[in-house]
């Protein structure tokens, strides 16, 4: 009761009062480190046009240069293939949505949300996993796209 677990994800509390003590804490911290107040993710704004050519041009594609290590993790633990990408982009944004980024960082490009996640597999028939979710809102538009994903830590 009131405990704090550590998943390695972030920080789950228990239901007890001083559990919402510290999930205060945890929230101001992020808020006192990134220096704004954040809202919960929208996921509305996470547009599959502005983030397609990441799925299947790169993530799951299994020749790339940079992407094949990421292609043979989502397939083989997530099951997703080249020619998933809307079922990906759909997973990722399931799982963003409403959550407050881990970490923020504005660029010359624009405003960078991570997310550590657990995402699910394809059609919930594989197990789910840690992922680091990286999202752009470029300057001058109103949709975030998608930056990467990068396998995280096993649970234990």
């Known amino acids: 009761m009131g405990k704090i677990y550590k998943s390695g994800l972030g920080i789950g509390v228990g239901s007890s009062p001083q559990g919402s003590i510290e999930q205060c804490k945890f929230d101001n911290k992020v808020k006192e480190l990134i220096g704004k107040e954040l809202k919960p993710f929208d996921s509305s704004k996470f547009d599959y ?29 997530l099951g997703y293939e080249t020619g998933d990408g809307q079922k990906l982009h759909n997973a990722i944004g399931r799982a963003i949505d409403g959550k407050i980024p881990t970490k923020v960082k504005n660029t010359n490009f624009g405003t960078k949300y991570n997310f550590d996640i657990k995402l699910k597999g394809k059609d919930n028939n594989f197990h789910s996993a840690n992922v680091i979710v990286v999202v ?19 649970d234990k």
């Open 49 to 77: 046009k502005e983030s397609e050519p990441k799925y299947d041009g790169y993530l799951l594609k299994s020749d790339h240069v940079d992407g094949s290590s990421k292609a043979k993790f989502l397939k083989d633990v």
């Open 136 to 154: 752009q809102n470029d300057n001058g538009k109103t949709s975030w796209r998608l930056i990467t994903l990068i396998p995280g830590k096993k």
